[in-house]
């Protein structure tokens, strides 16, 4: 995708690492997932913006 949108400011995109999730159920193991997962979409979402934009037919 970086390449066809030709943006040299265009964000480095990762793959989730759910290796570093935690498997006990607790509150506070609960709260460090949620913290994962809201710091990868902040990540991953001005990218998806950018792509959706550039190649969805919808205009908003």
Do not use: C, G, R, W
Request: proline share 5%; aromatic share 16%; charged share 25%.
């Amino acid at each position: 995708t970086k390449k066809k949108v030709n943006d040299p400011k265009y964000p480095k995109f990762t793959y989730f690492d759910a290796s570093t999730l935690k498997s006990n159920h607790t509150i506070e193991d609960l709260m460090f997932n949620i913290n994962l997962f809201q710091k990868y979409i902040q990540v991953t979402k001005p990218i998806v913006q950018i792509v959706y934009n550039k190649y969805s037919k919808l205009k908003n």
